[in-house]
């Protein structure tokens, strides 16, 4: 039999928040998946269950119920249960406060010549233009301008 790496040992006020969770189901399936993995994995229960039976009995991989049995070990009850928030976000925003203040300010300008106003097309190739941007979609233009509550009419 190979040595247990990491013993689960829930306190009573960790089992009863598990159960609440699993019994509810309001959670995301993630969370209560990980409860469930948990509490069949408490010493302190009647008969904890092995990395296969876990594994068997909740349909996933053994590699996943070590890794939660690992995270609770080293970071406890709430990051087990809970995502991490992202620092920063996968793609980073194109239109920033100072391209935001350029963008802002053009709008308030004359429009080019032959057009009675501007839309958000001709703010879009005239960032790029001005090299504000490398390159913007009109919505984005759009989108930063509704943010201002400013209007191109």
Not at 100 to 106: C, F, P
Request: aromatic residues 4%; charged residues 25%.
């Amino acid at each position: 039999m190979p040595a247990i790496k990491y013993l689960i040992e829930l306190t009573k006020e960790e089992r009863k928040k598990l159960e609440n969770t699993v019994s509810k189901g309001s959670s995301p399936a993630r969370t209560i998946m990980r409860a469930n993995i948990l509490l069949a994995s408490d010493r302190n229960s009647n008969k904890p269950m092995t990395v296969e039976e876990t594994s068997a009995a909740f349909h996933v991989s053994a590699t996943t119920v070590q890794k939660v049995r690992a995270c609770y070990a080293e970071q406890g009850l709430e990051s087990t249960l809970k995502r991490k928030k992202r620092v920063t976000p996968p793609v980073p925003a194109k239109v920033t406060g100072d391209v935001e203040a350029h963008i802002i300010a053009l709008a308030c300008t004359d429009p080019p010549e032959g057009y009675s106003r501007w839309t958000v097309r001709l703010l879009a190739d005239k960032c790029v233009e001005l090299g504000f941007l490398e390159s913007v979609s009109a919505m984005t233009i759009n989108r930063t301008l509704k943010k201002t509550n400013l209007s191109l009419t």
